[in-house]
């Protein structure tokens, strides 16, 4: 039977590792006769990797109905909710198969990516362990550890295991940029120049194009190659739109990120200040609330981190990086077009849950901060003053202050995660204007709304620690301690999870004036940011 013969070959190109070819052979199959759990599976696979992410889920939903409770189907339903960005769900299936058949080392694996998409980067690291341990030839496991290793600074174990996975595939782009990372560290420029070409002259998949290309661009600037590294980083950042336009480009039904904040803005604006009533139940009395509530803000790159593991030095301060922790109130008091309901007129009970579930939320994420002190950094929590306002009018607000120049080109020279606020980044006009429209619409809310809000200058935190720290720490009602100083030490301890990481782990890093090296290709943007810089007192 034909049927019988392309089941043959199926297995065939599965045993030579060839999914595409056995792929393309279930699609085939499906077409001439019955469906089966394998077949719907690597049909389901050729959708995934054309970005038909619904198709996908149609096919394994079949496969999971046929065959409930099958472990491999439920990790490809995990792959392509990670795939997606919606990692929480992608968690739950993957530890459902785990569950199910917890030897199967692809699993771990798409378990560690699927970590590393939450910024979970221990447990990414235990996954990828556990995989290795089940099957240590997967590659893209030893690199993933490789690439951990030297973000974290440790470039001898970083190398190590990269050469590991290298072995096993010489082209492994992960490990490739991972040892990129540490010759760009050591400041040895020239050699990651030449081992990135190497790479990019292969075909490599679009999201490793667009690392290496950044990477390319830190290499030309280790060199002061700045025109060759500006353009390596547009070079990056044209190949990120183009990967990620289907999902991040902005359309009539989906605004862009800079728009959702202009629209924000719009209703302090008109919105009378007047302070909100105080809430029935004070944070103190609600369980597992902190005594002390700080949102760290800013602006993404302007030393938001730094700060963070600052303060996370003092006894009895807790502190979450980055982390969704107002993600109730999203569909509740903010639609995804940026407008609001009177939150004057929101139902006292709602705001009481949404409270409640906040710190439900951290718990969850950082373990107890009951009676503590409690940071929340998360540099776009400014987009959500009108409704922290609201929930917490008695925390404190940390507004993180660094030259505009050096914070726009520094977002459009990183690699970000994607997401609309990345998609701004990708184009330096509009990374000026989403600059603009948040710093308008944190300047409204401290005009508008009862918070109490302190600025931190890096500026004066890279060149008169003592004194700046000592100010913040006054404002928070934290005592003065040594271990202020050793913030570094706490970074290494706690693990780094944003793009800082590395120049948080070095002590206290100087990285003012940036954009002098870069000034001639700052110039058409300028008359967007002058208004800031002047504003902030970086003009001087």
């Known amino acids: 039977m034909v049927d019988s013969a392309l089941h043959a070959s199926i297995q065939r190109a599965l045993a030579a590792n060839d999914i595409p070819g056995a792929a393309l052979l279930a699609e085939q199959a499906l077409a001439r006769g019955p469906a089966d759990p394998l077949l719907l599976n690597l049909a389901a696979w050729r959708r995934e990797e054309a970005g038909d992410y619904l198709g996908a889920h149609g096919l394994l939903r079949r496969a999971l109905e046929m065959s409930p409770g099958d472990a491999l189907v439920m990790s490809a339903i995990g792959a392509v909710f990670r795939k997606e960005g919606v990692y929480e769900q992608a968690l739950i299936m993957l530890d459902r198969a785990i569950a199910v058949e917890p030897s199967h080392a692809a699993t771990w694996l798409e378990r560690g990516y699927t970590l590393d998409g939450l910024r979970l980067v221990r447990e990414s690291k235990v996954s990828y362990e ?13 690199a993933k550890l490789a690439d951990i290793a030297a973000k974290d600074g440790d470039a001898a174990g970083g190398a190590s295991l990269a050469e590991r996975a290298l072995e096993l595939d010489p082209y492994e782009p992960t490990a490739q940029c991972a040892l990129a990372t540490i010759e760009i560290e050591a ?19 679009e999201s490793d194009r667009v690392r290496a290309l950044t990477l390319l661009g830190d290499a030309f600037d280790r060199q002061d190659r700045t025109a060759e590294a500006f353009a390596a980083y547009g070079r990056a950042q044209t190949n990120f739109r183009a990967i990620h336009a289907k999902d991040l480009a902005p359309r009539p039904d989906r605004p862009s990120h800079r728009a959702f904040i202009e629209a924000i803005a719009a209703q302090v604006q008109e919105a009378p200040a007047v302070p909100p009533p105080p809430p029935p139940v004070a944070d103190g009395q609600i369980e597992g609330a902190a005594a002390t509530h700080v949102f760290l803000l800013g602006y993404p790159r302007s030393g938001t981190t730094l700060l963070e593991n600052v303060l996370a030095s003092a006894p009895r301060v807790s502190a979450l990086e980055e982390r969704d922790t107002l993600a109730d109130t999203d569909e509740v008091l903010v639609r995804n077009d940026g407008r609001m309901p009177p939150l004057d007129e929101i139902d006292p009970a709602v705001l009481q849950r949404l409270r409640y579930g906040y710190w439900r939320r951290v718990q969850a994420m950082t373990g107890d901060v009951a009676g503590g002190i409690f940071v929340d950094m998360n540099p776009f929590n400014g987009i959500k003053l009108p409704v922290i306002a609201r929930l917490f009018p008695q925390a404190r607000i940390l507004i993180m202050r660094r030259d505009p120049r050096d914070v ?26 989403h600059y603009d429209a948040l710093m308008r619409l944190t300047e409204l809310c ?45 970074a290494q301890t706690r693990g780094v999870r944003t793009a800082s990481a590395t120049q948080v782990r070095r002590g ?32 001087q």
């Open 130 to 142: 556990r995989a290795l341990s089940l099957d240590a030839t997967l590659a893209p496991a030893w």
């Open 446 to 490: 401290r005009e508008r709304l009862p918070l109490a809000f302190h600025d931190v200058r890096y500026d004066r935190l890279v060149t008169d620690f003592e004194a700046t720290v000592r100010e913040t720490a006054a404002f928070l009602g934290i005592e003065w301690t040594e271990a202020f100083h050793a913030f570094n030490r706490t």
């Open 508 to 539: 206290l890093y100087d990285g003012r004036g940036q954009w002098r090296r870069y000034a001639d290709h700052l110039q058409p943007i300028l008359p967007i940011l002058a208004p800031w810089i002047e504003r902030f007192g970086f003009d």
């Open 408 to 433: 726009v080109l520094s977002c459009y020279r990183i690699n970000f995660t994607p997401s609309t606020a990345a998609w701004a980044f990708s184009e330096l006009e509009e990374t000026a204007r």
């Open 187 to 205: 400041r040895e420029g020239r050699a990651a120049e030449a081992r990135l070409n190497a790479l990019l002259a292969r075909a490599v998949p």
